[in-house]
């Protein structure tokens, strides 16, 4: 009798502890999945507050890109300098009774393009910020939030109805400087907010924050992201480039 009771507690031990173990097993398991539904909870809030986020698939393939180069560090470190020495003192003023964009060196103007601005429902917003990405070949996520977007769809990089046209100048989004192959509204007040200019233009503006905000990898690569119109590269700027926007 005493040995079948000491078996039997045993068995009851057994259980409790197997119980237990399922228990804190099942508590990993929902903590698991409440984290993982938290994580994509966080990213499509995200993505809702900013669609033009930082694209980690687009920064990766200009990374990818730049080390096809098989440029060393130390030439790598020159090049940039040297590019750096083109474009001194490089800052953006966009003059919107003008819709006139200057490309400065310090104070100096080296170079103005046309632009559309903001049209009265739609202002521009003037103020003075930082150039901190580069965009070729961008995808446009129509900004939700925005009424007139809202019954837009997003457009894949290359598309002919894709408003952002070859190059995307992130400084304040949603509103950028983008090109556009709708030449026609070039000086006119006519945009959403953001801030057109010609392709070509775009794509040199590019290029120059490329080169004074230390992002540069040379100009076969810059060629290269550029040809490759159906691919958007991103790319981050680790010196940022100031841009005012006045009235």
């Not at 009424?147 to 002919?160: C, H, L, S, Y």
């Not at 290029?207 to 992201?225: I, V």
Request: some cysteine.
């Amino acid at each position: 009798m005493k040995l079948r009771n000491q078996l039997s507690l045993a068995a009851a031990l057994l259980l409790t502890a197997s119980a237990c173990n399922v228990s804190v097993e099942n508590s990993a398991s929902d903590d698991q999945a409440l984290n993982e539904q938290q994580a994509q909870a966080n990213q499509q809030q995200q993505q809702q507050v900013d669609p033009f986020a930082s694209n980690p698939q687009a920064i990766e393939r200009a990374r990818q890109l730049a080390a096809q180069q098989q440029v060393s560090q130390e030439q790598r470190t020159r090049l940039r300098e040297q590019a750096r020495t083109e474009v001194q003192d490089l800052n953006i003023l966009v003059d919107i009774s003008d819709r006139e964009l200057r490309v400065r060196s310090g104070e100096r103007v080296v170079e103005t393009h046309p632009v559309a601005v903001g049209s009265s429902e739609w202002p521009t917003p003037t103020g003075s910020w930082e150039f901190h990405r580069v965009d070729l070949n961008p995808e446009w996520n129509p900004p939700k939030s925005e009424e007139w977007a809202a019954e837009e769809t997003t457009k894949a990089p290359g598309d002919p109805e894709n408003p952002m046209g070859r190059a995307r100048l992130v400084y304040r989004m949603p509103n950028t400087v983008h090109g556009t192959d709708d030449l026609n509204s070039l000086g006119k007040a006519v945009s959403h907010g953001s801030i057109r200019a010609a392709n070509e233009v775009a794509l040199k503006l590019g290029e120059m924050l490329l080169k004074a905000g230390g992002a540069w990898e040379g100009p076969q690569w810059y060629q290269q992201m550029k040809q490759n119109r159906s691919t958007e590269y991103q790319v981050d700027l680790p010196q940022n480039i100031p841009i005012k926007v006045q009235e």
